[in-house]
């Protein structure tokens, strides 16, 4: 009796998730016409603990960029805030979040291509860094790709700051309970064509189903995920390029 209880507790919350987008292990032998794509190249990050000995050059890459259906119109992410009056469709996740799933990896970049519903679709953060002050939307059609081109994220540090090294963490060991706790950056993100070196469009991938992103740059909205919050450039990374 109990497993069944739990068996029927188990499908009801299944039921009630939102569906998530698809990250694709491969390249589909076709695309859905119904669906569309986003292909895009993650740049490794540097370790900034490579100064140990016997660590990495480059951090596995855990996290990345997250999207969410932009209301140009009303200003919003759809559902939320301003966009309240355009609700999504039932058991539809608001945001697709980062899943590490490469269709090609390379030395030092992989590839991700993810299968998502038509629409207009805005970058809405880097792990929990939202880029609700000032981010990249574009649409995504039906049944094409949309190449995104190379990002690469990095930690947005003010002046004078930087990610804590190995040195910094041995000193940090030292000092005891006297110790400062770490400074924490808001993450950014540069995002450039795809260019001769990076790596190819899959061949499987017909070069008329695949097309460069149009970005829409400026898109403002609401911080829904309740982290650190960002311009996706990064302000301290502006501030730096102004002076």
Avoid: C
Avoid at 215 to 224: A, D, E, I, S
């Amino acid at each position: 009796m109990k497993t069944m209880i739990f068996a029927a507790m188990l499908g009801m919350s299944t039921l009630a998730q939102p569906a998530m987008a698809e990250t694709l292990k491969e390249v589909p032998a076709a695309l859905n016409p119904a669906k569309a794509y986003i292909l895009i190249e993650y740049r490794l990050m540097a370790n900034p603990m490579a100064d140990f000995p016997g660590s990495r050059k480059t951090m596995p890459l855990t996290t990345g960029l997250s999207f969410a259906r932009y209301d140009p119109v009303l200003g919003d992410i759809r559902g939320l805030g301003k966009a309240s009056g355009n609700p999504l469709p039932p058991k539809t996740a608001v945001t697709e979040y980062f899943r590490n799933r490469e269709i090609v990896r390379g030395d030092g970049a992989r590839l991700l291509l993810l299968e998502i519903d038509p629409d207009i679709w805005v970058i809405q953060a880097w792990g929990t860094t939202s880029f609700s002050l000032g981010s990249y939307s574009f649409k995504a059609e039906p049944g094409t790709v949309t190449d995104l081109g190379v990002v690469e994220g990095a930690s947005d540090w003010p002046e004078g700051e930087h990610a804590m090294t190995g040195g910094d963490m041995m000193k940090m060991a030292l000092a005891g309970p006297f110790r400062k706790q770490p400074p924490v950056a808001p993450m950014r993100a540069s995002i450039r064509p795809r260019a001769a070196g990076d790596m190819a469009v899959p061949a499987a991938l017909a070069s008329a189903q695949v097309k460069p992103v149009e970005f829409t740059k400026g898109v403002t909205f609401g911080n829904y995920l309740g982290g650190l919050v960002n311009r996706i450039e990064g302000v301290n990374a502006s501030a730096k390029r102004a002076q």
